[in-house]
Nanobody
């Protein structure tokens, strides 16, 4: 059974940093992309950053996080990360990791990130 488990969320002051982790288990195959999404109260879920596995690991970021967030992965640990620096109150949201395969899109349960001003 495939599982994605996020960790690393929490409460941080504006300007601070957090690192989110997404540990995958259960064997996921035919991965096209993996990434992080977020959903703030009353808003739609939006892409934060992703890695296109089928395009040589090309990364892309939402304009709002460029230069502040970095997505990475450790294949040996089956873990994906999101390093978030210079956090702003508008970054407050539930963050979800996602693995997009040829057959299915897997989601984690989400981790809350709250940035106080």
């Amino acid at each position: 059974q495939v599982q994605l488990v996020e960790s690393g969320g929490g409460l941080v002051q504006a300007g601070g940093s957090l690192r989110l982790s997404c540990a995958a288990s259960g064997g996921i195959f035919s991965i096209n992309a993996m990434g992080w999404y977020r959903q703030a109260p009353g808003k739609q879920r939006e892409l934060v950053a992703d890695i296109a596995i089928t395009r040589g690991g090309h990364t892309r970021y939402a304009d709002s996080v460029k230069g502040r967030f970095t997505i990475s992965r450790d294949n040996a640990k089956n873990t994906m990360y999101l390093q978030m620096n210079s956090l702003k109150p508008e970054d407050t949201a539930v963050y979800y990791c996602c693995y997009d395969t040829t057959y299915y899109r897997y989601w984690g349960q989400g981790t809350q990130v709250t940035v106080s001003s």
